[in-house]
């Protein structure tokens, strides 16, 4: 059974950060991209950032380039998404999101809260 089970959250001030993790479980991920997903209440889900599990290769959401990081750990099969300079605006649900690289499979995380105050 695949789990995607989130850490990290919480509430802090802007310009504070906060480390998210992502610790994944239940089957091999060499062959998947993990991402980290965020939603706003009110609005849609948004991708945020992406790791190739295989390669370490990154991808990031234009709102958060420069401040946000994702790395891996391969020995702890985890995920994590530093969060440096936070805004109010980056306040959401975080989500952990496992995509395979060719297939259609796709796995979620039940997601962890990250609240920004001004």
């Known amino acids: 059974q695949v789990q995607l089970v989130e850490s990290g959250g919480g509430l802090v001030q802007a310009g504070n950060s906060l480390r998210l993790s992502c610790a994944a479980s239940?089957?091999?991920?060499?062959?998947?991209?993990m991402g980290w997903f965020r939603q706003a209440p009110g609005k849609e889900r948004e991708f945020v950032a992406a790791i190739r599990w295989s390669s370490g290769s990154t991808n990031y959401a234009d709102s958060v380039k420069g401040r946000f990081t994702i790395s891996r750990d391969n020995a702890k099969n985890t995920v994590y998404l530093q969060m440096n300079s936070l805004k109010p605006e980056d306040t959401a649900v975080y989500y952990c999101?496992?995509?395979?690289?060719?297939?259609?499979?796709?796995?979620w995380g039940q997601g962890t809260q990250v609240t920004v105050s001004s």
């Open positions: 999101n496992a995509r395979h690289t060719w297939m259609t499979t796709e796995y």
């Open positions: 239940g089957r091999t991920f060499s062959n998947y991209d």
